[in-house]
């Protein structure tokens, strides 16, 4: 169990008050050293067992008294008092860029996100997001494609103890030997407990066991829309670039940029089509030249001193004369079944196991409506 | 003095023997009627009476019991009208002779004026009749068509109590005459469809799928926005069916009799049925039952397609029904005081949009929807209900281009020619079983029939991994691939079947974009 000094708990004690004024109060006490003095006002039982279920639950807490606070919060002028996290702390150390973006994506903006964020993280470069829908869920997906598989000594887990007779006790899953690394954090706007949209629950709790999750709320807050672009705050903050790859004029992903300037971070954009409602945002910071543009992942690595070409990977395939019909049919555009049909002139029956076919070797892509691309 | 005379009941889909015992007793003028009658069986001496009275006989004066035998089963509808009033004037001797009274059957709903009104159910009614070595039935003209054919049995027409009667009583028999009987095949040519497959534009993938979903006799759903044509396409399904053959027509037939929706002038159904159930529906409406258990959709359904148009939007009892039907072919609708069965083979197919604004995947129109509002709309329908339905694909707006070009596609009469070839494979494969279409096989069937040889098993093993299908799918797959094999006339299923059956499997994906 992590052992929390007087500040910490000065720190976690300041967490649990909700009242805004209250809390001004006891931040200044904290600031002046009166750790007595905040926890006199605070129940310390109650704090307690908060830090026991905490434990229990393998959560944590790094305040801002503690070593491993990480440094680059400092900049802002409200850091977080603490972290609520779930996971590896390590990756707090690590440099970090932050790939974030608007929830209404499109299929471009998924790619370009994913593909960022799985160079970034091959790269030992922590891919940091909000694990919103969209373009956040997209980065962190694009880290943990190349999760590392890492045999880890795991210490015997206690065994559950419930003296009742009768009662089930489930038992606790094998010990796993093998454990995930993902080169990623998630800055949560809601507690560690909590996930939202649910659509990303999977996805939540992978990050717990192999990257990391950061919150600056208690483990058991609901999201609250408030909470979000303060959040946001933190995913600045933490990062030594920003990406942002979609978003529209006015968006928490603007927020984020705003923070990001503030602190002088480097600020990245992806242009997008002029007429995609998703790429208002990240044309519109382009024209007015307040970032740089990433034509690809390797403009934001230099923010890292790492100067690389990276190529697409030339896939060495044997493709058959009908497969290279509807390649040629394909080209750059989304194509749909009808057209490839009478492209292609085959019979019906042949051009849905050759689709199939190609979609299986990875040369093409299956869209929703019956449109096909090229991956 | 007792009269008997012969009637009949239903019972589910099935008819019985009912005697009906009348006698008039001394006493107060009483009518009883016993043998568990229900309302409108109670009611039928008012209308006897009158019938009787207004035909220019004498009512008796007494207590008249009227008992329907067997007593322990419910006996509804008005039929019992006619035997009851020829009974009663048997008992009185205005019917010289009970031998010929025994002759006949009798059904029949009388009118107060003595005219005999069409009934429900007469087709089961004279199939039990010829089953039961009853010769002579006599029943309401309006019913005529329905017993041209059903053979091994005279079936006479009357139109009203006074002429059955006369007819009995040997004299002016030319009023109650036999039924010509009509050959079945005659009737055949008269099938014919308002819609035909030519005229869909475009939806490649969609026809195939529909095709081979009648080949197999698949379920199927049909994806897509709004206006794409699932209605039309689905409406076009019973097209490419193989014709009724005799017996599946009288099934048919005798459900939609006792349904009472049988068209008077035809008598007999030669077109698969095919039911546009609203989507407001009530569970018993689409599973059948209720207070006069009736069949419901899915049976009136039977031998034919069952078409649920936004599926999501019907309320979850009401598609949880469709269950056990999808796997037995029947539903059986107990209740507390019976337990009926009606068949209930149909090939369902289904339509539904993508998402809550139906235009997720569409090129036309934007959607609108959430990012996991799509997921959780998809999510209505349940699992085990999905498990049922082979193909699903998705349907797509057709642009003007398409609509405007002249040429026209396939016809019905041409992919009918090879769903017909495929089915008669299936004939043959399933000669054994009482199964008979590679969608209803079982799983030691698919074992049997769908034995997969290396290529197709490294096939599927690589479409799980790649394109994340869940495991619910396999056996799905072999049944669709089955079918492809059957269509292409070729005795193993090949790599390339196995790879078009992968193709109709869209729902399955977990990754959708």
Redesign the interface.
């Known amino acids: 169990m992590r052992k929390y000094s007087i500040a910490e708990r000065a720190c976690i004690a300041i967490s649990r008050v909700e009242d805004y004024a209250e809390r001004v109060k006891l931040v200044t006490l904290l600031h002046n050293g009166k750790f007595d003095k905040i926890l006199q006002e605070s129940n310390e039982r109650e704090l307690d067992s908060l830090i026991v279920n905490m434990h229990d639950q393998g959560i944590f807490a790094i305040t801002i008294k503690s070593a491993d606070y990480p440094e680059r919060l400092m900049n802002l002028n409200s850091p977080p008092i603490v972290l609520f996290c779930r996971g590896n702390a390590e990756l707090l150390k690590q440099e970090a860029v932050a790939i974030v973006g608007t929830r209404d994506c499109t299929r471009y903006g998924v790619d370009v996100a994913t593909k960022f964020a799985r160079t970034f993280a091959e790269r030992g470069i922590v891919v940091i997001s909000g694990l919103a829908a969209g373009i956040d869920a997209a980065a962190h997906n694009g880290a943990c494609m190349v999760a590392r598989k890492v045999k880890k000594e795991v210490p015997n887990a206690e065994e559950p103890k419930d003296e009742r007779k009768g009662v089930y006790t489930p038992k606790l899953a094998a010990k796993e030997n093998v454990v995930e690394e993902i080169n990623t954090i998630a800055v949560l706007g809601n507690g560690v407990n909590y996930c939202y949209p649910k659509s990303n629950q999977e996805l939540q709790d992978r990050i717990a066991r192999g990257g990391l999750l950061v919150s600056e709320y208690l483990p058991n807050t609901k999201s609250n829309k408030f909470f979000f672009p303060h959040r946001n705050r933190i995913v600045a903050a933490l990062a030594k670039a920003v990406v942002i790859v979609e978003a529209d004029l006015k968006s928490g992903t603007m927020i984020t940029k705003e923070w990001a300037m503030d602190l002088g971070i480097d600020v990245y954009a992806i242009p997008g089509a002029i007429t995609s409602y998703a790429s208002r945002g990240t044309n519109a910071i382009i024209k007015e030249a307040q970032c740089c543009i990433a034509l690809g992942p390797e403009c934001v690595l230099e923010s890292f001193g790492i100067y690389e070409k990276i190529g697409e990977e030339k896939k060495i395939q044997q493709i058959s004369f009908d497969e290279k019909i509807v390649l040629d049919i394909l080209k750059s555009d989304e194509v749909h079944f009808d057209e490839i049909v009478m492209g292609a002139t085959l019979p019906v029956k042949k051009v849905t196991t050759l689709l199939t076919n190609m979609e299986m070797s990875g040369l093409i892509k299956k869209l929703a409506g019956n449109y096909y691309c090229k991956s | 003095m007792i009269s008997k005379t012969k009637s009949f009941g239903i019972n589910g889909i099935e008819g019985y023997m009912v005697d009906v015992e009348v006698d008039v007793l001394k006493g107060l003028p009483k009518q009883q009627t016993v043998g568990l009658p229900d309302a409108s069986v109670k009611e039928s001496h008012q209308r006897v009476e009158s019938a009787i009275v207004n035909s220019g006989f004498a009512y008796p004066t007494g207590r008249i019991i009227v008992n329907l035998a067997p007593a322990g089963t419910r006996k509804e509808g008005a039929l019992y009208d006619l035997p009851i009033a020829v009974g009663i004037l048997a008992t009185q001797g205005d019917i010289h002779s009970m031998e010929k009274v025994d002759e006949f059957a009798f059904v029949g709903e009388l009118s107060l004026d003595g005219k005999i009104r069409r009934v429900n159910g007469v087709l089961p009614i004279l199939l039990t009749a010829s089953k039961n070595g009853i010769k002579k039935v006599i029943i309401p003209k309006d019913n005529e068509q329905e017993a041209r054919y059903v053979h091994g049995v005279t079936v006479f027409v009357a139109e009203s109590l006074r002429d059955v009667v006369d007819a009995l009583n040997d004299h002016n028999k030319g009023k109650v005459v036999p039924v010509k009987k009509t050959n079945f095949k005659d009737v055949k040519n008269y099938t014919s469809y308002p819609l035909d497959m030519k005229y869909v534009k475009?939806?490649?993938?969609a026809?195939?799928a529909i095709e081979i979903a009648a080949a197999g006799g698949h379920n199927i759903l049909l994806i897509?926005?709004p206006g794409s044509g699932k209605t039309m396409l689905a409406k076009c399904f019973p097209t490419i069916l193989p014709d009724l053959t005799f017996e599946e027509s009288l099934e048919v037939s005798k459900i939609h009799s006792i349904a009472g929706i049988l068209d008077p002038a035809r008598g007999i159904i030669v077109n698969r049925p095919f039911r546009t159930p609203h989507h407001t529906a009530s569970l018993v409406a689409i599973a059948g039952g209720g207070k006069f258990s009736k069949p419901g959709e899915i049976s009136l359904a039977h031998h034919g397609v069952l078409f649920l148009d936004e599926m999501p939007e019907y309320s979850r009892p009401a598609l949880e029904c469709l269950r056990q039907p999808l796997e037995d072919n029947t539903i059986t609708i107990a209740r507390a005081n019976a337990t009926v069965e009606y068949p209930a083979g149909f090939t369902l197919v289904a339509s539904m949009n993508?998402c809550p604004c139906g235009n997720?995947?569409?090129?036309v129109v934007k959607c609108k929807c959430?990012?996991?509002e799509v997921?959780k709309y998809l999510a209505k329908l349940s699992g085990p209900l999905m498990d049922r339905i082979d193909l699903h694909i998705?349907?797509?707006n057709v642009t003007y281009d398409?609509l405007s070009s002249k040429g026209y596609g396939e016809s019905s009469q041409d992919i009918k020619v090879r769903v017909d070839k495929a089915r008669g494979v299936q004939l043959e494969r399933f000669t054994d079983s009482t199964n008979f279409s590679n969608a209803k096989m079982t799983e030691v069937e698919v074992k049997q029939f769908c034995a997969l040889d290396d290529e197709c098993e490294c096939?599927l093993r690589?479409?799980f991994e790649?394109?994340s299908l869940s495991a619910r799918a396999y056996s799905r797959i072999l049944r669709v691939a089955r079918t492809?094999a059957d269509l292409d006339d070729s005795p193993d299923i090949t790599a390339?079947h196995v790879?078009?059956a992968?193709?109709?499997r869209e729902l399955d994906?977990k990754m959708?974009?």
């Open positions: 475009g939806q490649f993938i026809k195939r897509g926005p993508p997720f995947g569409s090129r959430k990012f996991g997921q998705e349907v797509d398409d096939v690589d479409a790649k394109l492809i390339e790879t078009e992968i193709g109709y994906r959708r974009g």
